[in-house]
């Protein structure tokens, strides 16, 4: 199985790697798709690439991205086990955030993605990420909880690495939303609810 979601996954970079349908593959050096597995079943989706992503081709590389493997370490969680990607696989001119259309135009690879992964948890890294699950909500209000979609996702909002760097008021509510990460992830995986059973604040993912 995992041998058969590798090649998957391969099949989906090229095609990121191929992919025109927004105009920031013309600024872009090349695509940055995503990496990883699907081994340990939870899947990092941040902003965008930077300089150093769009260089390497792998995301979270730069500065941030060695804060994520910190992170990542501090929880008992190999970098190679798990799978990262962002909304937007090229990098925006200047770093500026992804527009709403370039950031729509990407989300036939997140849905791809997250058909081969099928992730047991979806850490959103950042308010952009968040955004894509619940669109109008506030970072500092549900970072560090757990949420499930309509679509049976569970979502867990944190804060961006990059930001943590620029804020370090931020570092530790960075690093407690780590540790409540681990903690869920010690627990057993709860059945999905019944349809009747779902809170009027959840959404669909791609509605």
Not at 20 to 39: F, I, K, M, N, W
Not at 43 to 55: M, N
Not at 186 to 206: C, M, R
């Amino acid at each position: 199985m995992q041998d058969a979601s590798s090649t998957e996954l391969r099949l989906v970079a090229d095609q990121i790697r191929a992919c025109t349908a927004c105009p920031l593959h013309r600024s872009a050096r090349q695509a940055v798709p995503g990496d990883g597995s699907g081994e340990s079943g939870i899947f990092f989706l941040g902003e965008a690439p930077g300089y150093h992503e769009d260089v390497q081709g792998r995301p979270f590389v730069g500065a941030a991205g060695q804060f994520l493997d910190e992170l990542l370490a501090g929880i008992g969680l190999d970098r190679r086990k798990v799978f990262i990607t962002n909304v937007v696989r090229h990098r925006p001119p200047e770093n500026r955030d992804p527009l709403p259309d370039e950031i729509a135009a990407c989300d036939i690879w997140l849905r791809r993605h997250l058909e081969v992964l099928r992730p047991r948890a979806i850490v959103t890294l950042g308010r952009h990420a968040m955004g894509k699950f619940f669109p109008g909500e506030s970072i500092s209000r549900i970072h560090g909880k757990p949420r499930r979609t309509t679509d049976g996702l569970v979502i867990f909002p944190v804060y961006h690495p990059a930001a943590a760097l620029h804020q370090p008021a931020l570092r530790d509510a960075l690093v407690g939303d780590f540790r409540a990460l681990a903690a869920y992830l010690a627990t057993p995986a709860p059945p999905k609810p019944e349809a009747e059973a779902k809170p009027a604040e959840q959404i669909t993912l791609f509605g």
